[in-house]
């Protein structure tokens, strides 16, 4: 049984230059959540949607960070210009229903030179 | 001040000690108490769910959560090598979906 699948696993990239995360939820699983996690600030929920509409998007850092998810199966996070303290590992999750608690992917790590 | 504290440590142990892992939460709303390992560049994976008080057990693992003392814990008995890892406390309300981690706890169990 498939899990929650993150890609790319690593990403390298300039300061400046656009970055995209993508994410597969495990099927069948209505909620989707992007977190990020830092030495500093441990593990933070970015934004989390509900039958593909964002719910909750108060952790995203600053507009440079947006996120969209078209279909059930694909979500994206986005940060565009990218800067050096954007890098972190970030995570994405996903959960059957509101009282079940949220399977993660094994993450992007994420460097910006 | 955090709404959830947990010691990083580094905890070390030999192999077959029982170990304990804990954290402190500031918010009464909190219901819903997990516990996730997180091995090195994976995520986290769920162990121990529980909901108000009390203990839950399974297999060398119990959940202890005390809301009047806003204390949770978390025991692993006869611990592996293969417990080496970081222990995530996480809680959450009722209402919503907003789940609050701890900072985790490093464990290493020393063979």
């Given at each position: ?11 390298v ?10 994410c ?11 977190y ?16 593909n ?5 108060s952790g ?36 059957f229903e509101?009282?079940q ?7 992007t790590?994420l460097?910006?030179? | 001040?955090?709404e959830?504290?947990?010691?990083p440590g580094?905890?070390s ?16 709303a ?9 091995y090195?560049r994976?995520?986290p994976?769920?162990l ?5 008080s ?8 119990t959940?202890?959560v ?16 293969s417990d080496?890892?970081?222990?995530l ?10 789940t ?12």
């Amino acid at each position: 049984d498939a899990g929650v699948i993150q890609s790319p696993r690593h990403e390298v990239t300039e300061m400046g230059q656009e970055v995209t995360l993508r994410c597969k939820p495990i099927s069948g699983h209505d909620y989707l959540f992007w977190y990020r996690q830092t030495m500093m600030r441990g593990l933070e929920l970015l934004i989390y949607f509900n039958n593909n509409v964002p719910i909750d998007d108060s952790g995203m850092p600053e507009d440079r960070f947006s996120a969209k998810m078209p279909n059930a199966s694909f979500s994206t996070l986005k940060i565009q210009p990218s800067e050096p303290r954007d890098s972190a590992v970030y995570f994405c999750a996903s959960s059957f229903e509101p009282g079940q608690p949220q399977h993660f992917g094994d993450g992007t790590r994420l460097s910006i030179l | 001040q955090k709404e959830v504290e947990q010691d990083p440590g580094p905890l070390s142990v030999p192999e077959g000690a029982i170990v304990s892992l804990n954290c402190t939460y500031s918010n009464s709303a909190f219901q819903y108490f997990m516990w996730y390992r997180q091995y090195s560049r994976k995520g986290p994976e769920l162990l121990m769910y529980t909901y108000s008080s009390g203990n839950k057990e399974d297999g060398r693992f119990t959940a202890q959560v005390d809301k009047s003392s806003k204390y949770i814990s978390l025991f692993i008995r006869d611990s592996q090598p293969s417990d080496s890892a970081t222990y995530l406390c996480a809680m959450r309300g009722t209402g919503g979906f907003k789940t609050i981690f701890g900072a985790g706890t490093r464990l290493f169990v020393k063979a």
